[in-house]
């Protein structure tokens, strides 16, 4: 049973546009919750993070909104730009999940930015 | 060198060979993971290592076998794989537990034959 989900496998967003990615989880015990960024022929990396004390984070062009009620996340990246083109990975955090310590992460969402 | 390295950084292997994947982490961290992608399937957890001892197993099968002899070096034993073991394993570290924010290594892509 997945835990953390990702519907979009794809997403396609013109240059300069907003991207949205989005993740919906079903364990109310998370309570951090990250986004990693992968190229190909590379390890994931870290993007950014929100506790759930929070409902929103911003970082530069990044931000991740959190409803807690509705177990769902997002992602805004604005503007897009064509090196923001990478699978974007949901992951979460807390007791009950992927263990302990370790992560529960999506599937991920292949993000296209078209120039 | 920075980060954290995993080698090799492609494996192909017969079912009946033994074989090892290495991760060296330069970040000075005290938490090691690993974990396996599979085709169309989210990274799963494996193990976790916290000041080299194991922490978590995830009900992995024994024939993989994991070993840290130091807080900077995570080591994966392979024996009498499967070809469904094939996948991209991934190596991370983080500071501390519980590993919020995680650094990654390139990952192993290994194909069992």
């Known amino acids: 049973d997945q835990q953390v989900k990702q519907n979009s496998p794809s997403l396609s967003v013109q240059e300069g546009r907003i991207s949205i990615l989005n993740c919906d989880y079903t364990n109310s015990m998370f309570d951090y919750f990250l986004w990693y960024k992968k190229y190909p022929a590379e390890g994931p990396t870290f993007l950014i993070s929100i506790s759930s004390i929070k409902d929103k984070n911003e970082d530069g062009r990044f931000t991740v909104f959190l409803n807690k009620s509705a177990k769902h996340l997002s992602l805004h990246i604005v503007p897009s730009q064509p090196g923001d083109s990478a699978v974007y990975f949901c992951a979460a955090s807390g007791k009950g999940g992927g263990g302990a310590d370790g992560l529960t992460f999506g599937k991920g969402t292949h993000l296209i930015i078209q120039p | 060198e920075t980060g954290v390295t995993q080698t090799p950084r492609h494996l192909v292997m017969g079912m009946t060979n033994k074989k090892s994947l290495k991760c060296e982490q330069h970040?000075?961290?005290?938490?090691m993971y690993w974990y396996k992608q599979s085709a169309k399937k989210p990274l799963e957890l494996m193990f976790v290592y916290s000041l080299e001892e194991r922490v978590e197993n995830n009900s992995v099968p024994s024939r993989f076998s994991p070993e840290c002899p130091n807080s900077s070096h995570l080591f994966l034993h392979l024996h009498t794989l499967q070809p469904e073991d094939s996948a991209l394993y991934l190596c991370?570290?983080?500071?501390?537990?519980?590993?919020?924010?995680?650094?990654f290594g390139p990952g192993t892509r290994l194909t069992v034959t």
């Open positions: 991370a570290s983080s500071p501390v537990l519980p590993g919020r924010e995680q650094y």
């Open positions: 970040l000075g961290h005290n938490a």
